[in-house]
């Protein structure tokens, strides 16, 4: 970003991806099959990036507490609210494109 200095940049994208998350919390019918097939990333990547970001600065993140700040709430209870099952065509759409997961 061209004239915004450093603090001002990760701020902005700090806000930018509070605000993606917020949203996939809100677009519970949006399953990550969908998002992966689409945009060939889905929530579990977003837990992923958060953890790996934690871990390369030393703080202490599990798998699961990443999780839990990407989806809102433990992953398995939003599997168990929200996921559905993949249709063969999802499925099929997703091994055609095989995302790096």
């Not at 919390?25 to 998002?35: A, P, W």
Request: proline fraction near 3%; aromatic fraction near 6%; include cysteine.
């Amino acid at each position: 970003m061209k004239h915004i200095d450093e603090k001002t940049r990760t701020e902005l994208e700090a806000a930018a991806f509070r605000r993606l998350v917020e949203h996939l919390r809100e677009r519970t019918d949006v399953q990550n099959i969908d998002l992966m097939n689409l945009a060939g990333f889905c929530r579990n990547c977003l837990s992923n990036w958060l953890k790996d970001a934690a871990d390369e600065r030393g703080v202490a993140l599990s798998k699961e507490e990443s999780r839990t700040h990407v989806y809102g709430m433990p992953y398995e209870e939003w599997k168990q609210r929200h996921q559905g099952a993949a249709s063969p065509s999802q499925i099929a759409d997703f091994e055609k494109s095989k995302p790096g997961h």
